[in-house]
């Protein structure tokens, strides 16, 4: 079991590493900095968050992302918020999954409980980093 799943993830990680390289350089690094950037305040949490649900793919393709935006000049906060708002809120991972093994009211309200969380995060971490 273990080989076939490092025989699966490998080409994956491989794929997503090569392609965050390729989407770090194609990143306009004056947009990625005026959004996500140090100076971007409030508005670069506001950016991550809207992000995230919109990233299709796995985990591969988030956190490759999420290396890239740094790469080309997102502060941490923004990165790390991206990613928390992905792993909440991707929409691959409600329509594929969720609402087919939980159904909508048990979607909505994890939803809905989930909402607050990458905000908190943005305060508590925003401390730190």
Do not use: C, N
């Amino acid at each position: 079991a273990s080989f076939h799943t490092l025989k699966f993830t490998v080409p994956r990680v491989l794929v997503a590493l090569l392609g965050a390289g390729f989407f770090a350089e194609l990143l306009p690094e004056q947009a990625v900095q005026h959004y996500l950037g140090q100076d971007a305040g409030l508005r670069a949490v506001f950016v991550a968050i809207l992000l995230g649900p919109l990233t299709p793919g796995g985990a591969f393709v988030s956190f490759a992302i999420a290396a890239a935006a740094r790469k080309a000049g997102a502060a941490p906060l923004p990165a790390i918020i991206y990613v928390t708002s992905w792993s909440l809120f991707s929409t691959t991972k409600i329509f594929s999954y969720e609402l087919a093994f939980m159904g909508w009211q048990a979607t909505l309200i994890r939803l809905f409980v989930s909402l607050p969380i990458p905000f908190v995060l943005a305060v508590l971490a925003g401390q730190w980093i």
